[in-house]
């Protein structure tokens, strides 16, 4: 059973940036691949970035390349997400979501956080 637990969120001016968090527990965490999505009013939710168990391989929506980095720490157990140059249309709730498959998919993971609320204002 692996549970996940986010922070970081918050408001910020467009431009700005913020660093969420997602601590990690459970058995073999490396074996997992680490996912952020984002949900807004009224959307699905939508993936934003994804890394590999070792941490060697990344993914990124097109709509934060080059803008969101992400990254894991296996020692600590957590997952970061570094958001620059942060939009309005960044505003969602931000979950962080665990599953053994390299997928899109969020119905296919099978853990999640409780989510963080991320809103940047104009």
């Known amino acids: 059973q692996v549970q996940l637990a986010e922070s970081g969120g918050g408001l910020v001016q467009a431009g700005g940036s913020l660093r969420l968090s997602c601590a990690a527990s459970g058995p073999t965490l490396y074996l997992y691949v680490l996912g952020w999505f984002r949900q807004a009013p009224g959307k699905e939710r939508e993936l934003v970035a994804r890394i590999s168990g070792t941490g060697s391989t990344t993914n990124y929506a097109d709509s934060v390349k080059g803008r969101f980095t992400i990254s894991r720490d296996n020692v600590k157990n957590t997952m970061y997400l570094q958001m620059n140059s942060l939009k309005p249309e960044d505003t969602a709730v931000y979950y962080c979501?665990?599953?053994?498959?390299?997928?899109?998919?969020?119905?296919?993971?099978?853990?999640w956080g409780q989510g963080t609320q991320v809103t940047v204002s104009p």
């Open positions: 979501a665990a599953d053994l498959s390299w997928s899109t998919n969020a119905r296919l993971y099978d853990y």
